[in-house]
C-alpha cells in the first residue's frame, strides 16, 4: 500500500473494497486487539487493522475495547479506573476464560509493529483526541491513520482542533447530517462509516454511495455482529455469510460498491472475493 496516495485511489487501485480486520485476527487461544492478532492480521493480507483506544487513570494509552474488562481480563474495574502499573501486571484470557501469556499493548507498541505496513482505524478515539492525537504523531503513522468518531458537537470540534489533518471518518447512523459541514470546516474527510438497521435507509442508498464517490468519498460498512440486537449492516454480516450464502452478506455489500468492509472472518471473505473475480 502506498501512503503517500490518496487512499480513494488505492482503493480504486485494488479493484475492491480495502477489508478491515476488526481487532486483528483472533480467537482460540490468541485474544483481540494484542500483537498477536495484529501481526496475523497482517500475515494474513489485511488492508486496514483496526484497534481500540483504552486510557488508563494515570493517562496510559492501552489498545483494549473499554467496557469489555470483564471479559477479556475477567476483572470488575475499568481500565480507566487503573493505574498503568496495574494494567501492565494483567493477563488476557482466550475464548474458553483461561488466562494466557498474552498482555494488553500500550498504543504506542502496536503504532509501532504496524508502522509503514497497513491502514490503522483508530476506535474510541473520542475517549481523548488531543492524547490519543499526540501518540499517533509521536508514532509517525499520521498518513496510515484513520480515526473516527460519533457526531456529537464534543467529540467532532475535538477533531477539528487536534487532528484536522488526520484521515477522519464520522459514524453515520442512517442518514449523513455532516460531510459538506465537515469539509467546509477544513477536516480532513475521507468518507462515512454507515450503521443502518434497514436496506432503505439513506445511508446506504445507490444515490448517497454514488454521490460520495463523485466527491472523492468513501464508504464503511461492517460485516461484524458485536450484538445480534445492535442491527448495522441490515443483517448482511459475515454469519449470514459463512452459514448461508455470501451473496447475501459479503456480496451484497461488495454490491453496493461501499469501499471498506469490516470483518471477523478476513481469510474467508478474501476468498470469497477472489472466486468473484474469475
Not at 250 to 271: R, Y
Request: charged share 30%.
Amino acid at each position: 500500500m502506498d501512503f503517500n496516495k490518496n487512499i480513494f485511489e488505492n482503493r480504486k487501485a485494488l479493484g475492491r473494497p480495502l477489508l478491515a480486520a476488526h481487532r486483528g485476527v483472533c480467537g482460540a487461544n490468541i485474544p483481540c486487539n494484542t500483537i498477536a492478532a495484529y501481526k496475523i492480521a497482517m500475515a494474513q493480507g489485511a488492508d486496514v487493522v483496526e484497534i481500540d483506544v483504552a486510557r488508563s487513570k494515570d493517562g496510559k494509552f492501552y489498545v483494549f475495547h473499554p467496557g469489555m474488562e470483564h471479559v477479556f481480563l475477567r476483572s470488575s474495574r475499568q481500565i480507566s479506573e487503573m493505574d498503568s502499573s496495574e494494567v501492565e501486571s494483567m493477563y488476557l484470557v482466550n475464548q474458553d476464560s483461561v488466562r494466557t501469556s498474552y498482555k494488553v499493548p500500550t498504543l504506542a507498541e502496536v503504532l509501532a509493529l504496524l508502522k509503514d505496513k497497513v491502514y490503522i482505524n483508530v476506535d474510541k478515539f473520542w475517549i481523548d483526541v488531543a492524547g490519543i492525537s499526540d501518540e499517533i504523531r509521536k508514532a509517525g503513522v499520521e498518513k496510515q491513520v484513520i480515526v473516527k468518531t460519533n457526531v456529537d458537537e464534543k467529540s467532532l470540534e475535538a477533531v477539528k482542533k487536534y487532528a484536522p489533518d488526520f484521515m477522519f471518518v464520522p459514524l453515520v447512523w442512517g442518514k449523513d447530517t455532516v460531510s459538506d459541514r465537515l469539509i467546509a470546516d477544513g477536516i480532513n474527510l475521507i468518507g462515512t462509516e454507515i450503521l443502518f438497521g434497514k436496506e432503505d435507509d439513506e445511508c446506504i442508498s445507490d444515490e448517497y454511495i454514488r454521490s460520495m464517490h463523485d466527491k472523492g468519498l468513501m464508504i464503511w460498512a461492517n460485516a461484524i455482529i458485536y450484538n445480534e440486537e445492535a442491527v448495522i449492516s441490515a443483517h448482511h454480516t459475515d454469519d449470514i455469510s459463512l452459514w448461508d450464502d455470501p451473496d447475501k452478506g459479503w456480496g451484497w455489500l461488495i454490491d453496493k460498491n461501499v469501499d471498506f468492509i469490516q470483518t471477523d472472518w478476513l481469510l474467508m471473505l478474501k476468498d470469497y472475493i477472489n472466486k468473484r473475480s474469475k
